[in-house]
Nanobody, 121 residues
């Protein structure tokens, strides 16, 4: 069974830092890209970063580029999102995502349960 489990969220003051983790199981971790999304109250879920499975290339939304860093650890089967210089506008539920292919189900989007990040002014 594919599982993505986020952790590391919390309450932090503006300018502070948090590191989110996404622990993966049930699939060959090294074969798949991992992405982070977030959803603020009343807003659509937005993709903010992803890391490629093969060359570890990374991509960021303009809103977080230069402040957030995505990484992955194959031995721990875990992806990370280091968030620095946090702003009140970063307040949201954060989700990790993987699109997993299996012969029986085809390509399926998997999401973690989310972890809440709240940035106070």
């Amino acid at each position: 069974e594919v599982q993505l489990v986020e952790s590391g969220g919390g309450l932090v003051q503006a300018g502070g830092s948090l590191r989110l983790s996404c622990a993966a199981s049930g699939f060959t971790f090294d074969n798949y890209n991992i992405a982070w999304f977030r959803q603020a109250p009343g807003k659509e879920r937005e993709g903010i970063s992803c890391i490629n499975s093969s060359d570890r290339s990374t991509h960021y939304a303009d809103s977080v580029r230069g402040r957030f860093t995505i990484s992955r650890d194959s031995a721990k089967r875990t992806a990370y999102l280091q968030m620095n210089s946090l702003e009140v506008e970063d307040t949201a539920a954060y989700y990790c995502h993987a699109n997993i292919y299996t012969r029986s189900r085809g390509s399926v989007d998997y999401w973690g349960q989310g972890t809440q990040v709240t940035v106070s002014s």
